[in-house]
Each structure stands twice: as structure tokens, then as C-alpha cells.
């Protein structure tokens, strides 16, 4: 089993930055892919980014390249997401995904991912 719990939504004007974070318990963080997807309001939960348990590979949607980036601390257990010149269709709430694998492997459907944190809201104003 593995928790997880996100942080740093909020309001943002579109061009602006936010920092997410999440914090994971419950399995060796390691050996734990991580990734951030999102939700729109009617829309199917969507992949934005995600890391291989070290750290050293990562993978991000077409939508966000250049713009955001994550990265993890395996010492504090956290994986953050740093989203920069966010525009109003960012907008969603943002969940925390784990695998209970260390591998990426291209995975990027919900159905690939088993744990889940609650979500954090994210509005972006035009």
C-alpha cells in the first residue's frame, strides 16, 4: 500500500507558476514510480508527468513540455511538480499516482497507476 498526499494548488493568472508537492508513505519510495495527472471539469483524467523510482527517467505530455518539470526527493519522500507559464487550460484538479514498480515503462493511462492521493485544485485565470 501506498499513501499519498498532495499539496500547492490554488488560484493562479495565466502565465503564472505553482508548485506541486506530494508526500508518499507506506512503501519503499524507491522502488515507487510516480507521476501527476489531472482532471478537467467533463474530461477524462489525463497523464502530465511522471519518474522512474531513481530519479532518472521521466516522460511528460506534449501539453506541458517545456513548461513543467518533477522531480523527487527520495530522501523526504516527496515528488514535486513545478509548473510554470500555466494557462487557463491547466486548469484541473491534479492527483499523485504510484506504481508498485520503480519503472516507468511508458505508462501513462490511469489504469497503469494503482495508488492515488486525493487531488489538489488548480485554477489558472485568463
Known amino acids: 500500500q501506498v499513501q499519498l498526499v498532495e499539496s500547492g494548488g490554488g488560484l493562479v493568472q495565466a502565465g503564472g507558476s505553482l508548485r506541486l508537492s506530494c508526500r508518499a508513505s507506506g512503501r519503499t519510495f524507491r522502488s515507487t514510480a510516480l507521476a501527476w495527472f489531472r482532471q478537467a471539469p467533463g474530461k477524462e483524467r489525463e497523464f502530465v508527468a511522471g519518474?522512474?523510482?531513481?530519479?532518472?527517467?521521466?516522460l511528460y505530455a506534449d501539453s506541458v513540455k517545456g513548461r513543467c518539470t518533477i522531480s523527487r526527493d527520495n530522501a523526504k519522500n516527496t515528488v514535486d511538480l513545478q509548473m510554470n507559464n500555466l494557462r487557463p487550460e491547466d486548469t484541473g484538479v491534479y492527483y499523485c499516482?504510484?506504481?508498485?514498480?520503480?519503472?516507468?515503462?511508458?505508462?501513462?493511462?490511469?489504469?497503469?497507476?494503482?495508488?492515488w492521493g486525493r487531488g489538489t485544485q488548480v485554477t489558472v485565470s485568463s
Open positions: 499516482a504510484a506504481r508498485a514498480t520503480s519503472l516507468l515503462a511508458g505508462r501513462t493511462g490511469p489504469e497503469s497507476w494503482a495508488y
Open positions: 519518474i522512474s523510482g531513481g530519479g532518472g527517467t521521466v
